[in-house]
């Protein structure tokens, strides 16, 4: 029974999500060996939560909805009870008896309301305060989230040496430690949602917003930008996986080295540098762009253009061939490549671990 309240309101709620939603997957399979069929694996359902804000988010969810069940049951009750025992019947003649005023009813449909909503404020207040902390907890990992249209920029500091590490759309974090994010935007205003890790937190340009969560467990939590941002709003979904320390460890030392560099594909890097790919796009030690997405360690990512597709050679060949097919409006122009260049491209690109 529960279970069908959830998805009633999960469709009520968030359509959209629900259209991605699907099964578990183990986390560590993403990180270590990516694979494209667990696209949509992660659910996306906030009862079903998996760190502090969102637990405190789903009993208030509970609490209003308890309340307001049992509000509807009495209502509906009196209601269809008064239209049996008072309906009209053969014998009534005329009006019937007028009544004027109650003094107890009056009092209990004015006293009854004011301490609902005097319940409701007080665990609002509460859960405000455990949601939006002011400060990061102790111990917290700090993540820059900068959201673009239409994807998202992460940094966080190298913990196995120095520097920053910049991904795109796919972040990686430790089971059971607070992640303190400080969301940034380029460009217009989005907002950070993973349903099963925390509320939504608007991010607004020039304007620094906090957020944080701490996954419970390993596994892939799937969000999306919950304010609309233009054309592609809705193919900008967020990845978040959380994994053992180990993982993330190797992860953070993974995704903090040099891009692989290949000579048997030195011709597709040299077409990156020649055509305008570098002057958008990072690739560490080899190009600075930093309009979009940071290409050093794309192949270590499960999906393409944030969650529009799974990420595979083929999708990654159309993706270059012409990103406003897959994705129409977004920021990548077609570069009209022909088929030689897409090939030693798409070859290159490949490569990078
Ligand atoms: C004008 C800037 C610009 C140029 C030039 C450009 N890109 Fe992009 N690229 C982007 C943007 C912006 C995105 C993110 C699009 C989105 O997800 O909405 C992107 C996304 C990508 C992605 C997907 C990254 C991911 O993590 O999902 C790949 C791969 C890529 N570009 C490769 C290339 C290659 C190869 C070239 C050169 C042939 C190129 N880009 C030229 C701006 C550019
Ligand atoms: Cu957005």
Known sequence: MAKYLQIFLLILVCPSLHAIAGTDVSPNAVVCAPSNDNINAGDLNFFNSASPPAHEIREIAWLVLGICAAIFI????????????????????????????SNPVELAWTVIPTIIVFVLALATLRTIREVELTEAPEGSLHVDVIAHQWWWEYRLPNLQGDGTIVTANELVVPVGRPIWL????????????????????????????????????????LGQCAEYCGTQHANMLLRVTAVD????????????????SDPTV?????MFLDLACMNCHAINGVS??????????????????????????????????DPQNMKVGCNMPSLELDPNQ????????????
């Not at 939504?200 to 467990?217: G, L, M, S, Y």
């Not at 897409?342 to 671990?353: G, P």
């Open 288 to 321: 600075e762009g930093s309009f979009g997405p940071n290409l050093t360690h794309l192949m270590s990512r499960t999906t393409l253009g944030s969650g529009v597709a799974p990420l595979n050679p083929t999708t990654l060949r159309a993706w270059v061939d």
């Open 182 to 221: 400080t969301l940034n935007s380029a460009d217009v205003i989005h907002s950070y949602w993973i349903p099963q890790l925390n509320g939504k937190t608007d991010i607004i340009p020039n304007h620094v917003n906090h957020t944080w969560f701490q996954a419970d467990r390993a596994g892939i939590f």
């Open 74 to 101: 009495v209502v509906e009750s009196v209601l269809i009870w008064s239209i049996i025992r008072f309906r009209k019947r053969a014998r009534d003649a005329g009006e019937p008896v007028q009544v004027f005023g």
């Open 342 to 353: 897409l090939n030693e491209i798409v070859a290159y690109l490949l490569t990078l671990k």
């Open 245 to 260: 320390d180990e993982t993330f460890n190797a992860w953070c030392a993974h995704q903090s080295s040099e891009a692989v």
């Open 266 to 270: 030195e011709k597709g890097r040299d």
